[in-house]
């Protein structure tokens, strides 16, 4: 066993991506994050993780703000940290499959526009879904991060994770996180994992989790003492909850040991003082909704994301079917286990989610399946650890053609097709890739960017004309 070398440890602040997405519905605005950006980037931190698929979703469809605009802003801002992204693989921030030159412009631009490091995972660990933006990500100079979707059940041992980890070290990943999207990794098993994934591979390794089972904090200290090298943690006011241990938490715990980050207290305590009204503010109108800020240990009982467990209740709600959340809740697992045990994150998480309520709701299990059930048993999200559950999967999609191939060799590039439909409404490059990934979000933006532009140039004429009073 190698001697761990104990070394200050470096951190991760997601309170303008995570953080924000977890707590409040992804709704932080641009006009809120930058005044605060150059104080951040003061703080020494690893990185800051600002862009995603949701924040990108939510910027066009809610804020009406371009996010590549917001990713140039907080650049601009941030002269001395690293900028980070979340990635979904060959999804890109969407929900399908991309051409493998929309994925490699995707990163490209991404690089151009001021993104240093890109987290890349797949829900369903499939390492092909990766490839694509792992190569593109080294070939633009960016750094390239392969996570791993952390999830419980009988083929997820140790063996598994190293194995994997290897692989993705092999693969010229820069580094590895361990994405614990649901708070499911318990102390003493971080121990396990770090320690074994460190005497595996040499990149670095980063841990990722989320407060939602109380268990975070803990977790953080056993994986820095087995040796983790980066955690990612929120400024307090959007801490705990189903978002990530709190940040000066976790400073102030490495204090005069030798994981001491080194980072300013004051510092810190300025920004939080700058994030809590918007906190308060977020409670007053009911973004923030306190039921999102305790201890939920149902995650743990049900090994479900909080985020999934919400989805669930309005779900049911919309087919008035609520007394059936426990019933619900027993059949996730069980739908898991016919899907081959992946782990559930976006989207996966969404799809078994909605297939356990109509096995629940619909009086029969499979009797209705989704697109995305009969997909997925298809082979079109890649493939699952376990094989999938063949009844099942005969029950689903008949004897419909199953792919075991790459998922993406079946989608050819596609960029000048989007191109040429999206032409009129182009400003910036970039407006393609918007385009790309919400294709109706995108065109209602652009039209109210429109809009909006030609509202301004009467303002001038007007004011030009005289025709404001002085
Ligand atoms: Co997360």
Same mark, same amino acid.
């Given at each position: 066993?190698?001697?761990?070398?104990?070394?200050?440890?470096?951190?991760?602040?997601?309170?303008?991506?995570?953080?924000?997405?977890?707590?409040?519905?992804?709704?932080?605005?641009?006009?809120?994050?930058?005044?605060?950006?150059?104080?951040?980037?003061?703080?020494?931190?690893?990185?800051?993780?600002?862009?995603?698929?949701?924040?990108? &979703?939510?910027?066009?469809?809610?804020?009406?703000?371009?996010?590549?605009?917001?990713?140039?802003?907080?650049?601009?801002?941030?002269?001395?940290?690293?900028?980070?992204?979340?990635?979904?693989?060959?999804?890109?921030?969407?929900?399908?499959?991309?051409?493998?030159?929309?994925?490699?412009?995707?990163?490209?631009?991404?690089?151009?526009?001021?993104?240093?490091?890109?987290?890349?995972?797949?829900?369903?660990?499939?390492?092909?879904?990766?490839?694509?933006?792992?190569?593109?990500?080294?070939?633009?100079?960016?750094?390239?991060?392969?996570?791993?979707?952390?999830?419980?059940?009988?083929?997820?041992?140790?063996?598994?994770?190293?194995?994997?980890?290897?692989?993705?070290?092999?693969?010229?990943?820069?580094?590895?996180?361990?994405?614990?999207?649901?708070?499911?990794?318990?102390?003493?098993?971080?121990?396990?994992?770090?320690?074994?994934?460190?005497?595996?591979?040499?990149?670095?390794?980063?841990?990722?989790?989320?407060?939602?089972?109380?268990?975070?904090?803990?977790?953080?200290?056993?994986?820095?003492?087995?040796?983790?090298?980066?955690?990612?943690?929120?400024?307090?006011?959007?801490?705990?909850?189903?978002?990530?241990?709190?940040?000066?938490?976790?400073?102030?715990?490495?204090?005069?040991?030798?994981? &001491?980050?080194?980072? *300013?207290?004051?510092?810190?305590?300025?920004?939080?003082?700058?994030?809590?009204?918007?906190?308060?503010?977020?409670?007053?109108?009911?973004?923030?909704?306190?039921?999102?800020?305790?201890?939920?240990?149902?995650?743990?009982?049900?090994?479900?994301?909080?985020?999934?467990?919400?989805?669930?209740?309005?779900?049911?709600?919309?087919?008035?079917?609520?007394?059936?959340?426990?019933?619900?809740?027993?059949?996730?697992?069980?739908?898991?286990?016919?899907?081959?045990?992946?782990?559930?994150?976006?989207?996966?998480?969404?799809?078994?989610?909605?297939?356990?309520?109509?096995?629940?709701?619909?009086?029969?299990?499979?009797?209705?399946?989704?697109?995305?059930?009969? &997909?997925?048993?298809?082979?079109?999200?890649?493939?699952?650890?376990?094989?999938?559950?063949?009844?099942?999967?005969?029950?689903?999609?008949? *004897?419909?053609?199953?792919?075991?191939?790459?998922?993406? &060799?079946?989608?050819?590039?596609?960029?000048?097709?989007?191109?040429?439909?999206?032409?009129?409404?182009?400003?910036?490059?970039?407006?393609?890739?918007?385009?790309?990934?919400?294709?109706?979000?995108?065109?209602?933006?652009?039209?109210?960017?429109?809009?909006?532009?030609?509202?301004?140039?009467?303002?001038?004429?007007?004011?030009?004309?005289?025709?404001?009073?002085?």
């Amino acid at each position: 066993m190698t001697e761990i070398a104990k070394k200050p440890i470096k951190i991760t602040e997601t309170i303008l991506r995570d953080a924000h997405q977890s707590l409040i519905a992804t709704r932080m605005t641009t006009e809120q994050m930058l005044p605060i950006v150059e104080k951040l980037d003061q703080v020494g931190y690893h990185s800051l993780e600002c862009w995603g698929g949701a924040t990108f &979703d939510a910027s066009l469809r809610f804020l009406k703000e371009d996010p590549w605009d917001r990713l140039r802003k907080i650049r601009d801002k941030a002269k001395n940290t690293k900028l980070q992204m979340l990635f979904r693989g060959q999804n890109i921030l969407g929900y399908r499959p991309y051409g493998d030159d929309v994925v490699e412009y995707f990163v490209q631009k991404s690089i151009a526009n001021g993104i240093d490091i890109i987290r890349i995972f797949d829900c369903l660990n499939d390492l092909r879904n990766l490839e694509t933006a792992v190569k593109a990500a080294n070939k633009e100079k960016g750094h390239a991060q392969v996570a791993l979707s952390y999830t419980l059940g009988d083929a997820y041992t140790l063996e598994y994770w190293t194995n994997i980890a290897k692989e993705i070290e092999n693969m010229g990943a820069d580094s590895i996180c361990i994405k614990d999207m649901a708070g499911l990794l318990l102390p003493y098993t971080a121990t396990e994992l770090v320690t074994a994934l460190k005497e595996t591979v040499k990149i670095p390794i980063q841990l990722h989790t989320h407060y939602t089972s109380g268990v975070g904090s803990m977790t953080y200290l056993k994986a820095v003492e087995a040796g983790v090298d980066v955690i990612d943690c929120a400024m307090s006011p959007f801490a705990l909850g189903t978002s990530q241990p709190a940040t000066e938490v976790m400073v102030e715990t490495f204090k005069g040991t030798p994981y &001491d980050t080194g980072y *300013d207290t004051k510092l810190l305590e300025e920004i939080a003082d700058y994030f809590r009204p918007i906190r308060d503010e977020a409670l007053e109108s009911g973004l923030l909704d306190p039921k999102n800020m305790g201890v939920n240990i149902k995650t743990l009982i049900y090994q479900v994301p909080g985020g999934m467990l919400s989805n669930l209740t309005s779900q049911l709600k919309d087919l008035h079917a609520e007394d059936k959340y426990y019933e619900v809740l027993e059949e996730v697992p069980r739908v898991r286990q016919d899907f081959g045990e992946c782990p559930l994150v976006t989207p996966s998480s969404q799809i078994v989610g909605s297939q356990a309520v109509m096995n629940v709701v619909g009086g029969e299990r499979y009797k209705m399946v989704t697109k995305e059930s009969k &997909d997925l048993l298809s082979g079109h999200y890649g493939k699952t650890v376990k094989p999938f559950n063949e009844e099942v999967q005969k029950k689903c999609i008949g *004897d419909a053609e199953v792919i075991t191939c790459r998922p993406a &060799d079946l989608v050819p590039n596609e960029l000048e097709t989007l191109e040429a439909e999206m032409a009129q409404y182009k400003e910036q490059d970039e407006d393609v890739l918007s385009y790309a990934l919400f294709p109706q979000v995108a065109v209602d933006f652009f039209k109210y960017r429109e809009a909006q532009k030609t509202k301004m140039d009467a303002t001038v004429a007007d004011t030009k004309n005289g025709a404001y009073p002085v």
